[in-house]
């Protein structure tokens, strides 16, 4: 019953920085925790950053932790990632989705859903 979209991808020279956004409609994500995911050609899809429903903790991948910041408005029903200091190997889909299932945030896939059509980021060098 929600609906994503994620936009702001593109083309950037390695060094530079992108901000993603994510916005959600059909229903309110206020009481959701909400997560970036990334996959890349010949690659698994991997997580990348979560916030809480309250914007008030997050969690990062060690590949990103440092370099990304999650964050969330929930009056306007989105979720961004700023992305800085980004290197060849970030390059990938990312996609916004909502966790639907266990009681704290979480970086497992499988409790994610309503998966966005994605962003593409490529990062020159």
């Known amino acids: 019953q929600v609906q994503l979209v994620e936009s702001g991808g593109g083309l950037v020279q390695a060094g530079g920085s992108l901000r993603l956004s994510c916005a959600a409609s059909?229903?309110?994500?206020?009481?959701?925790?909400m997560a970036w995911f990334r996959q890349a050609p010949g690659k698994e899809r991997e997580f990348v950053a979560v916030?809480?429903?309250?914007?008030?903790?997050?969690y990062y991948a060690d590949s990103v932790k440092g370099r990304f910041t999650i964050s969330r408005d929930n009056a306007k029903s989105t979720v961004d990632l700023q992305m800085n200091t980004l290197k060849f190997e970030d390059t990938a889909r990312y996609y916004c989705a909502v966790q639907i299932s266990g009681k704290f945030v979480t970086t497992w896939q499988t409790s994610y859903g309503y998966w966005g059509q994605g962003t593409q980021v490529t990062v020159s060098s």
């Open positions: 059909g229903r309110t994500i206020d009481y959701y925790a």
């Open positions: 916030i809480s429903d309250t914007g008030r903790n997050t």
